[in-house]
């Protein structure tokens, strides 16, 4: 079971920079036994998926529309991962959820309550 908690979203100015957390409480297993991912959706989309990294191994993946700008993150002695966001833009605006898995093949079934991003001069 793991609990997600994400924080640190708000408003920020076009080209700006914020960095979400998300803290995991876990149980039966340990959090590097993990894959987190965030996801966002934006008013009137679907959620989609932004990044996610494989805890054991620490390998990363990128959504097309933010590689070079978002990076996640994780700090394992506190069950947290990390959004770190740069040169946001306005499209960007969204509410930003954490997620959880065991495994690759699978959907991830574990999320927080969400946090919002809001990109705007």
């Known amino acids: 079971q793991v609990q997600l908690v994400e924080s640190g979203g708000g408003l920020v100015q076009p080209g700006g920079s914020l960095r979400l957390s998300c803290a995991a409480s876990?149980?039966?297993?340990?959090?590097?036994?993990?894959?987190m991912g965030w996801f966002r959706q934006a008013p009137g989309k679907e959620r989609e998926f932004v990044a996610q990294?494989?805890?054991?191994?620490?390998?990363?993946y990128y959504a097309g529309s933010v590689k070079g700008r978002f990076t996640i993150s994780r700090d394992n002695t506190e069950n947290t991962v990390y959004l770190q966001m740069n040169s946001l833009r306005v499209e960007d605006t969204a509410v930003y959820y954490c997620?959880?898995?065991?495994?690759?093949?699978?959907?991830?079934?574990?999320w927080g309550q969400g946090t919002q991003v809001t990109v705007s001069s």
């Open positions: 990294m494989k805890l054991s191994s620490g390998s990363t």
């Open positions: 876990v149980s039966g297993r340990t959090f590097n036994s993990y894959i």
């Open positions: 997620a959880a898995k065991i495994y690759e093949t699978t959907s991830y079934n574990y």
